[in-house]
């Protein structure tokens, strides 16, 4: 039987429906490259199997070996849709990486607007600072996105 992994990565909604009822435990298991496969799921923007994933009770905050969450990953990626299941599910807005981002400041960094509503409306915190010792707000002035510093500007 394949691997919830390889299921993710052939988005076999069927086997890995197989896999998370053979192996419950498979849902919180990380890939040689050191992701979780809430985070492969995220990064593939497959909303069906996050949601699958979700259902069986997976560890929504997991990190991979950068430190990002599935929260990160989509938020870069920018699926409304998946950011909105990842908070409904209990996401945290406020996780950091390694290098001191957060979900709010990669959505201000790569100008996802709809995202940043998102996470401002749950409570993201707007003062947070990544390690080059900037803010989202900061972010989005060095990309030079006044619709973005607007938005953060509460």
């Given at each position: 039987?394949?691997?919830?992994?390889?299921?993710i990565?052939t988005?076999?909604v069927?086997?890995?429906?197989?896999?998370?009822?053979?192996?419950?435990?498979?849902?919180?298991?990380?890939?040689?490259?050191?992701?979780?496969?809430?985070?492969?799921?995220t990064?593939?923007q497959q909303?069906?199997i996050?949601?699958?994933l979700?259902?069986a009770g997976?560890?929504?905050?997991?990190?991979?070996?950068?430190?990002n969450?599935?929260?990160m990953?989509v938020t870069?990626k920018g699926n409304d849709?998946?950011v909105?299941l990842?908070?409904e599910?209990g996401?945290?807005?406020n996780?950091t990486n390694?290098?001191?981002?957060?979900p709010?400041?990669?959505?201000?960094?790569?100008?996802?607007?709809?995202?940043a509503?998102?996470?401002?409306?749950?409570g993201a915190?707007?003062?947070a600072?990544?390690?080059?010792?900037?803010?989202?707000i900061?972010?989005a002035?060095?990309?030079e996105?006044?619709?973005?510093?607007?938005l953060?500007t509460?």
């Open positions: 039987m394949a691997g919830i992994h390889d299921c990565k988005a076999d069927n086997k890995l429906k197989g896999v998370i009822e053979e192996f419950p435990k498979s849902i919180n298991d990380k890939d040689e490259r050191g992701f979780p496969a809430i985070v492969l799921a990064y593939g909303v069906e996050t949601k699958l979700i259902d997976v560890d929504i905050d997991q990190q991979d070996r950068a430190g969450t599935a929260l990953g870069y849709e998946i909105q990842l908070i599910a996401a945290n807005v996780a390694f290098s001191k981002a957060t709010l400041i990669y959505a201000a960094t790569f100008g996802q607007h709809t995202i509503k998102l996470l401002l409306a749950n915190d707007t003062t600072k990544d390690g080059n010792g900037n803010s989202a900061e972010n002035r060095l990309k996105d006044k619709e973005m510093e607007e953060l509460v």
